[in-house]
């Protein structure tokens, strides 16, 4: 029976707007309205939608350059995302960012940082400034398997564990980073073991299973509120489309691929559902046309809002005061 | 070798000339000697010789421009040369300057051959005033001209020999403030009517002029004049003035003297300025020691002097160093007037028309050719008496040409 | 007080002015340490303790980092470098992270954080001796400062430190004034009255260090130094040299050089690092932009030559800009 406390249908609702989000947009970006690529999260939504059920809109939150999933379950609107997609004024960004960089501070997400590893001591520093300034208030910082390769990543996890920094690095194992399996980038494939090397409490989770994740990442949360430290979770995921948009995973075997399907966190959480009796075919289809909804008025959104002017490249270069030097004769 | 073509010296006190006239232009193959340009002093206007053969280069001065005396304002190349290369032997070569006949040494280009490099500040500073840049002399890096150089040559311009009041009123129209419509003509004040300007003003501030009048009956002389044009001798009227002058001036000689300074100098020969009216102004040629000249020789030569004053080829040195001047003002009706002196002389004499008026002979009324004499002196160096005296005199030969021959 | 002194007394005024401010660095709160490379945080973190002036692990990429993420979570950092060189460790946070976190964000992030470099050749081989201004003068979203005396050091730090943007501090390691095993030879240690008052060297703002009419001569930090010498041996040959300090790299005082270059007509700029691509060549695009016409002679740069900082002291003499080939550089101008 699962606990009362777990909040499994609005973690459904959730998995299923970034689902049905991520397919609009290759939608989207297949019939040519979105002028970028993508990094879809298509299959890993437990992860994003487990972590981000425990966090206020205080908490920070560090993604990557796969960060729609991480920011609708952050809270950040489907309309701005969609905007700023679409490359809008009204996107989070002011159409400054583009999909890499999604983001809103106001519910906690900084935009995504899309350099492999990068977020990883900028976490870190923004739970050395929660811990200082908040009572409970914490980081948490997604980033891939590849990620922990990068020396970035290691100098953070050793200065979160040094000064047991309120910080979760989540660590969504999908096996692939771009189109390298770990086998060619690891010699030693036991990612939560490099955490556990510096003196992070690691946890290896089924990153499919949103219950899972869900229960992992509490107990994290909680020992980061408690200002006992960090924590490292691997999820163990799968991506079930291409690294990019321009991605025909021709390295990945189609029986693999398979595999996984059977294994969408999506359909298992449903079947969860109505076997618990939570929800019935009735139900998760409302829920479904609730999501289309939003969906479908988040593109309205997109689609009509104005296009920055050209000249608003000059500005935000800096939070205040003038832009560059040399901008005002762009203007 | 490419060799300067400078702007000559020319007297003492010239550092400024005019150039009037090119003669070639650039590219053209000059041969040495032959007229090149001519330029234009406070006195006259020379002819210049090309001082070398060679094709012309690097013309960097227009006519119309104020050059400085031995400045370069050309150069004269061998045809195949590019002037500031190693030296070339100096070739004519009747191809077209512009292209080299040689290749290039070590393959390395030669790009300063033909320009004149100037630093933009230099060169705003210089079209703000209207200095010809191309004519000066570069003293900065990589040999351009800049701002110090044109500043040199701003500061080094001859005070414009100009009244303060003379030159604003020869402004540019746009100066002056009046209505363009106004002009009839400006007239820039420069080259010889410059100087004769600065002179005249010179001469009435300075010297305590005092003009005698007296009429003269000059029946004798014209008759004496006819008779000499009739026997096949061309005697003009300045010509026997000029001669009277001679014998006056001998008498007198204190009339014949100058003043520098402190001292008066009184000459020993007799040089005679003549004025004639030429259009670039009043020019004086000088006739050499008239007292040791006939009338014919003086005659012949005033001729000729005044021909070449009008054409514009009299020398320096032949309108310099007179003593004295003779002004005739008598062919345009004048009856008198009250010439200014010729500084540093000490005197002119002006001479009216000749008319014929009645005049008692005895009791009888008879036409006479009478003539007014006008001695301008100055005071500082001889007095009035004596003046007098000189002019007494000079009327005395005028109405009684005999005593020419005592 | 010397450089390193003005920067203690800077720090420690911020710190105490306000409880966000703090400290991250190597060495820089060790009992009994250094005080970080240069002494300037000596016996701060007796006052302010171990958590404010905080101690890292060798992970310069690790530490920027997490000094931009604590200032864009509300924190302010003054994080430092031991050696200008290790920078380039953390480009990727600086150039990516800090500099364009503002504008990625939509002018909804800040990143109030300070970073300071010391930097300049004190025989100590390539990879600690490199002046890496211009690395950074080229990224927009920096702000970059380089104080040359004690009163600007403080003055702008502190108004680092209350900046609201990424700055980083140049410091060049020849000027600070350290004593002791931390004094460096060569060093010119310049001594200058620092008011005992509250004062702020407004970023953005150079000043002229020496009036004169006949050249500009724009320097940085060691080089305003070269500059001054300079100018005193020209003055004996008649020409009177304009020293500009522009203080702060970005955003550059233009209108201050460009002044200077319509009186003076000429221009050299002297920088420590090597020609090309450097600093030197954005100003002189500059002036060549806006002031061409009141130039009468060529602009000139005066460089390190484009090899990495060597070693031996006769070749590092040769590397560094040295008085005599400013000296000669202007009279080439003339």
Known sequence: MPDSDVPLLDMYRTMLTIRRFEERCNHLYLQGRIPSTLHLYIGQEAVATGVCAHLGSDDYLYSTHRPHGHALAKGVSPRSIMAELFGKRTGCCQ???????????????????????????LAAGSALAAKRLTEDRLAVCFMGDGALNEGAVHEAMNMSALWDLPVIFVCENNLYAASTPLDRAFRSQDLAGRALAYGIPAVVVDGNDVEAVYQAAGEAVTRARRREGSTFLEAQTYRLCGHSRSDPRTYRSPEEEEAWQSRDPIPRLAARLKQSDLASDKSLAAIEQDVLAILDDAVAFAEESPLPEPTDTLDHVYWSGPAGQNNEVWR | ????????????????????????????????????????????????????????????????????????????????????????????????????????????????????????????????????WTSL??????????????????????????????????????????????????????????????????????????????????????????????????????AVLLYVLGHALRDHPRLNASLVQDTISVWRRIHIGLAVDTDRGLLVPVLRDVGHKGLAELAAESQELTERARAGTCTPEELDGGTFTLTNLGMFGIDSFTPIIN?????????????????????????????????????????????????????????RPHLLLA | MTIAEALRQAIREEMRRDERVFCIGEDIGIEGGFGGAFTVTLGLSEEFGHERILDTPISEEGLTGVAIGAAMAGL?????????????????????????????????????????????????????????????????????????????????????????????????????????????????????????????????????????????????????????EAAEQLAREGIEAEVIDPRTLVPLDRDMILNSVKKTGRLVVVEEDNQTGGWAADIVAQVAEEAFFWLDAPIKRVSAPDTPPPFAPVMEQFYVPSTERVVAAVRSLF
């Open chain 1, 95 to 121: 159409g400054k960012g583009g999909s890499m960089h999604v983001g809103d501070v106001n519910v906690g997400m900084f935009p995504a940082i899309a350099i492999v590893g990068a977020n990883a001591p």
């Open chain 2, 343 to 399: 500084l540093p002389e000490c005197a002119i004499l002006g001479v009216g028309r000749i008319r014929t008026q009645p005049a008692f002979l005895g009791d009888q009324i008879v036409p006479r050719r009478k003539m007014w004499l006008s001695l301008s002196f100055d005071h500082r160096l001889v007095d009035g008496a004596p003046a007098a005296r000189f002019l007494q005199r000079v009327v005395q030969l005028v109405e």
């Open chain 2, 137 to 238: 002399s570069p003293t900065g890096p990589e040999d351009a001209i800049i701002e110090r150089d044109v500043r040199a040559y701003l500061e080094a311009l001859p005070e414009p020999r100009i009244a303060p009041v003379a030159r604003r009123v020869i402004r540019t129209p746009e100066d002056s403030g009046q209505a363009d419509d106004e002009l009839l003509e400006t007239i820039p004040v420069r080259g010889v009517r410059a100087v004769i300007a600065e002179r005249m003003a010179h001469s009435s501030s300075t010297t305590a002029h005092v003009t005698l009048n007296s009429e003269a009956d000059a029946t004798a002389l014209v008759e004496l004049r006819r008779e000499l044009v009739s026997d096949g001798l061309e005697i003009s009227y300045n």
């Open chain 3, 76 to 228: 302010r950092p003054i994080a430092d470098v031991q050696y200008g060189d290790f920078l380039f460790n953390a480009m990727d946070q600086i150039a990516n992270q800090a500099a364009k976190m503002t504008y990625m964000s939509g002018g909804t992030v800040k990143v109030p954080m300070v970073m300071r470099v010391p930097v300049g050749a004190t025989r100590r081989g390539a990879q600690h001796a490199q002046s890496l201004e211009a690395f950074f003068t080229h990224i927009p979203g920096l702000k970059v400062v380089a104080p040359s005396t004690a009163y600007d050091a403080k003055g702008l730090l502190k108004s680092a430190v209350r900046e609201d943007n990424p700055v980083l501090v140049f410091e060049h390691k020849l000027l600070y004034g350290s004593k002791g095993p931390r004094s460096e030879q060569g060093a010119l240690s310049p001594i200058g009255e620092v008011p005992d008052e509250e004062y702020l060297v407004p970023i953005g703002q150079g000043t002229i260090r020496r009036q004169g009419h006949d050249v500009t001569i724009v320097g940085k930090l060691l080089t305003v130094y070269r500059a001054l």
């Open chain 2, 1 to 132: 070798m490419a060799t300067q073509v400078l702007v000559p010296p020319l007297g003492q006190t010239v550092d400024s000339v005019t150039l009037v006239a090119w003669y070639r232009k650039e590219g053209d193959t000059v041969m040495q000697g032959e007229m090149l340009f001519a330029i234009e002093t406070d006195k006259a206007t020379l002819d210049i010789e090309a001082p070398a053969s060679g094709v012309l280069r690097q013309v960097s001065a227009q006519p119309g421009d104020e050059v400085q005396v031995l400045s370069a304002i050309a150069l004269l190349a061998a045809a195949d040369e590019k002037p500031e290369s190693r030296p070339a032997s100096r070739r004519l070569d009747t191809v077209s300057a512009h292209a080299p006949a040689q290749p290039q040494p070590e393959g390395q280009p030669e790009i300063r051959s033909e320009r004149i490099f100037i630093s933009p500040r230099a060169r705003r500073l210089a079209e703000e005033h209207g200095v010809p």
